[in-house]
């Protein structure tokens, strides 16, 4: 099991920044890829970005231009920085990662952006 433990969520007003970082537990050149989720209240979980193994990376189309996946290979952890940032960007934010022992999940960070 990869434990994923996310940091960085905060009110912040419309047009600001925030990075979102996502610790994992063991090397993350050992998952097959990871994933940044985000749950608005009252809406289902959406998949916002994605980067593989090889680095390639996804964004859902609300997010492109904005948002930035990262990961940082010696420290073991995925970054999310958000840029311009909308009300319609407030959800918790979930990073996952799936790897040999499957799918793990942290536990999710608030991001409240105020009009």
């Known amino acids: 099991q990869v434990q994923l433990v996310e940091s960085g969520g905060d009110l912040v007003q419309a047009g600001g920044s925030l990075r979102l970082s996502c610790a994992a537990s063991?090397?993350?050149?050992?998952?097959?890829?990871m994933r940044w989720y985000r749950q608005a209240a009252g809406n289902q979980r959406e998949l916002v970005a994605r980067?593989?193994?090889?680095?390639?990376?996804y964004y859902v189309d609300s997010v492109k231009g904005r948002f930035t996946i990262s990961k940082d290979i010696a420290n073991n952890t995925m970054y999310l920085q958000m840029n311009n940032l909308k009300p319609d960007d407030t959800a918790v934010y979930y990073c996952?990662?799936?790897?040999?022992?499957?799918?793990?999940w942290g536990q999710g960070t608030q991001v409240t952006v105020s009009s």
């Open positions: 996952m990662c799936n790897s040999a022992y499957g799918d793990s």
């Open positions: 980067i593989e193994s090889n680095g390639a990376t």
């Open positions: 063991k090397s993350i050149l050992s998952l097959f890829y």
